[in-house]
């Protein structure tokens, strides 16, 4: 992986002996390349400062346009992404996965994909996110009237497609906070705007935690590191809303969340939602279905989708299975 690719982490004040400031920091190749998979844009160079008092004495307003949020746009959705017979085998064993999707989601909608286990869901988020393990071998994808297979990893991200894994993974030594903090500043520089220094970003951040119901102690943990699978989910969800993503691919954010959090996230995601950007959310079940209302359901089957509708296709997938739906 390039070195341009692989982010200097942010270190948190207590982590012990970091390396000097000047220096990348080396990371192990799987190390690096999940770190920029998982949060591309989420990161920024090293740098070593004190973190704020999680109550800070002033709060400073920060408006989310303010901030760095992409300004409203006026006039009839335009298509965001479209994707056309796109065909992906495993990097490393050739096998093919994908076998001809096409999609196309508009601005404002959201897209449900449903279907069996191995179908290829996670696949097809992790393919629009440039995951190394897969190779594009056919098709195209248009991200925001861009190709986006002749992006990197990092550059769609900044492009501002955000994608929360079916597991999140836990960095140490890298506070929360920080790493928000970060990922967030990351995006303003690319947008040409300067840093939000600490005080001023936990003012942004705050009330984006508070409205998913996260204790702002949180915050100021390692990202993920102990995290209960609901807790991590939650905290995807926080990333989503600092970093304002015109797309936001959720693999299975349902997955192991109690009652009260499924709807808290499913608030969250409907807070985020604006006519502006879109939701492709990967769900096995159709009650998140029931808070997070889509526009389009699709049913996948062995890397193709197989049926599009709406969110009728998943109460009748939910009563009558899979068997319904089968081309096979
Ligand atoms: N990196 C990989 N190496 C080998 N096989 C892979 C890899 N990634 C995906 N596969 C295979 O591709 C198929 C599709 O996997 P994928 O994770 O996309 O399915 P899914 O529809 O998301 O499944 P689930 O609902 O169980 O999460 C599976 O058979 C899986 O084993």
Same mark, same amino acid.
């Given at each position: 992986m390039a070195l341009a690719f692989c982010p200097s982490l942010p270190f948190s004040s @207590?982590?012990? !002996?970091?390396? !000097?400031? @000047?220096l990348p920091l080396r990371t192990s190749p799987t190390d690096s390349s999940l770190i920029t998979i998982l949060a591309p844009h989420r990161i920024g160079r090293l740098s070593l400062r004190t973190r704020p008092? #999680? /109550?800070?004495k002033a709060v400073v307003a920060v408006d989310s346009l303010a901030a760095g949020g992409a300004a409203p746009r006026s006039g009839p959705p335009r298509v965001l992404l479209e994707v056309k017979d796109l065909k992906a085998v495993v990097?490393? @064993? /050739?096998?093919?996965? +994908? /076998?001809g999707i096409n999609l196309t989601v508009y601005e404002g909608e959201v897209h449900a994909v449903m279907g069996k286990n191995g179908s290829g869901k996670s696949t097809l988020s992790k393919v629009l996110v440039g995951h190394p393990d897969y190779e594009v071998t056919g098709g195209s994808v248009i991200f925001k009237g861009e190709n +986006? #297979?002749?992006?990197?990893p990092e550059e769609r991200s900044h492009a501002g497609i955000f994608m929360s894994f079916q597991t999140p993974v836990e960095i140490p030594g890298v506070s929360n906070f920080d790493f928000l903090n970060m990922s967030y500043n990351a995006r303003r520089k690319k947008r040409g705007l300067p840093e939000l220094p600490p005080l001023e970003f936990y003012s942004y951040v705050s009330p984006k935690a508070a409205a998913i119901n996260m204790d702002l102690r949180f915050l100021d943990r390692?990202?993920?590191?102990?995290?209960s699978g609901g807790e991590k989910k939650r905290n995807e969800i926080l990333q989503l809303a600092v970093l304002e993503a015109d797309l936001a691919i959720l693999d299975?954010? =349902? !997955?192991? #969340? =109690?009652v009260d959090a499924l709807q808290d996230v499913a608030k969250a995601v409907n807070g985020l939602l604006t006519p502006n950007n879109s939701v492709l959310i990967i769900t096995h079940y159709q009650r998140l279905l029931d808070y997070i209302k889509p526009s389009y359901v699709h049913i996948m089957e062995d890397g193709t989708i197989v049926r599009t509708g709406d969110v009728s296709l998943a109460k009748q997938l939910e009563k009558e299975g899979y068997r319904a739906f089968s081309i096979s």
């Open positions: @207590s982590t012990p !002996s970091p390396p !000097s400031p @000047s008092p #999680l /109550r800070p990097a490393e @064993s /050739r096998q093919e996965i +994908l /076998r +986006l #297979l002749e992006m990197e390692n990202v993920n590191e102990g995290f299975e954010i =349902d !997955s192991g #969340l =109690d």
